[in-house]
């Protein structure tokens, strides 16, 4: 599939999601004081507690602004107040609604950097993303070939120096959105599967070592949140139906 490029759109007031369909939540997280404390007092007691537990304001704003949005979203889609929403984790910390509160059915994934965070919505199926700011000076090849498989290093050794960071970094989210949609994090070592990363080429999940129907189960979306940033959204089964919208700080 091929990337999603700015601008993200205002979503309509009718918001639905229909099964099949995927939606992207680009958020800000430099957010007014005013919105910044609305959104506080939408969280639960323990979500306060990890907050307060940053120790540079920015971190404890940003962490803010990421959970109270996911409610706001959320509870866009559910018609619940946000502040009543709760969460269950998995074994290895991915978070879900309740079952209660559709947790079975609505399905969601977030990731932040650089003062964006991703928020992926879908139903009945696994999910995840995962966003990434593109850093000309990170040592990518050296990263690489610690946690990149055979193919994906020989793919990034191949490409021409000025596009190995973007490449990078492309890789990077593909890997991290596979592994967060599957509900195990780097308890999947990166190294024993593949993903496209080549400029140009469609996001795919190519191979899964000793596994040879996985890739088959799930698809790679591209997306790009800024000039000089770079994410990707996994998901169990076929994608036909993306939507990337803006939020505006509404509740």
Known sequence: MI????????PPLDLTLDLGEIHVW???LAQTESCLQSLQETLSTDERTKAEAFHFPKGRSQFIVSRGALRAILSRYLNINSHILRFDYNPYGKPSLIAAQGGNTLRFNVSHSGGIALIA??????????????????????????????????VLLSLPEHLQPRAFFTCWTRKEAYIKAVGKGLS????????????GEPAALLNVEDNPEEASRWSLMELIPSPDMVAAVAVAGDCSKLYCWQW????
Do not use: H, M, Y
Not at 123 to 144: H, M, Q, S, W, Y
Not at 188 to 199: E, G, M, T, Y
Not at 248 to 251: I, K, N, R, S, V
């Open 3 to 10: 990337a999603v490029v700015p601008p993200w759109n205002s």
């Open 26 to 28: 680009r958020v800000s």
């Open 121 to 154: 919505i879908t139903k009945n199926r696994d999910i995840g993303v995962d966003i990434e700011g593109i850093n000309t000076n990170f040592p990518c090849l050296e990263i690489a070939k610690n946690f990149f498989s055979p193919l994906e290093n020989s």
């Open 188 to 199: 999947i070592p990166l190294n024993q599967f593949d993903v496209s990363l080549a400029p």
């Open 248 to 251: 505006t700080g509404e509740f």
